[in-house]
T-cell receptor, first 110, second 113 residues
Framework: KQEVTQIPAALSVPEGENLVLNCSFT??????LQWFRQDPGKGLTSLLL?????REQTSGRLNASLDKSSGRSTLYIAASQPGDSATYLC?????????FGSGTKLNVKP | NAGVTQTPKFRILKIGQSMTLQCTQD?????MYWYRQDPGMGLKLIYY???????DKGEVPNGYNVSRSTTEDFPLRLELAAPSQTSVYFC????????????FGPGTRLTVT
């Protein structure tokens, strides 16, 4: 069974720092990996989707990388802002199903 | 384009009652999913569907039922509600044409007392 782990569970940084969120998965036979943002009491917003044949995807200040062979993905956030405060979840897609990590709760202090 | 919509937003049920959570998507996606999210946890898959008339169990299907009579709608039925079903429920959809990128609804917060 696919297990997805996100480390750290929580992270607090001062505004302006660059930071890295980690996601690891146990089965490398994935179709894609998706990073989401979740604000308190809200649904999930898709940030980036990396197909299994890709190594990275970029959107604005966000960059996600994928190393399928080692079962790892990272989400890099450049020049963090207080508005980035949220929970970030990764999910891997295998066959018809998605498997989610528990998320990293990010707090960016002004 | 509304995307994925869910109703109701909030609901309180008494133990033993039943209810249906509604989910509709207007993106013509083949795949639809129901998840539950408990506090501080990731999402657990309850049921999913790869097209109208086809449904399958996820990780935590007990106590729930689904049907998919149209491409757009994927209702989730709770029978004999229990306190363990207190959670936030999310519906999502995706399609192979978008490399299965998932789009989520805003969620239904359910409390069973």
């Amino acid at each position: 069974k696919q297990e997805v782990t996100q480390i750290p569970a929580a992270l607090s940084v001062p505004e302006g720092e660059n930071l890295v969120l980690n996601c690891s998965f146990t089965d490398s036979a994935i179709y894609n990996l998706q990073w989401f943002r979740q604000d308190p009491g809200k649904g999930l917003t898709s940030l980036l989707l990396i197909q299994s044949s890709q190594r990275e995807q970029t959107s604005g200040r966000l960059n996600a990388s994928l190393d399928k062979s080692s079962g790892r993905s990272t989400l890099y956030i450049a020049a963090s802002q207080p508005g980035d405060s949220a929970t970030y979840l990764c999910a891997v897609n295998r066959s018809d199903k998605f498997y989610f990590g528990s998320g990293t709760k990010l707090n960016v202090k002004p | 384009n509304a995307g994925v919509t869910q109703t109701p937003k909030f609901r309180i049920l008494k133990i033993g009652q039943s209810m249906t959570l509604q989910c509709t998507q207007d993106m013509n996606h083949n795949y639809m999913y129901w998840y539950r999210q408990d506090p501080g946890m990731g999402l657990k898959l309850i049921y999913y569907s790869v097209g109208a008339g086809i449904t399958d169990k996820g990780e935590v299907p007990n106590g729930y039922n689904v049907s998919r009579s149209t491409t757009e709608d994927f209702p989730l039925r709770l029978e004999l509600a229990a306190p363990s079903q207190t959670s936030v429920y999310f519906c999502a959809s995706s399609d192979y044409r978008g490399f299965y990128e998932q789009y989520f609804g805003p969620g239904t917060r359910l409390t069973v007392t």
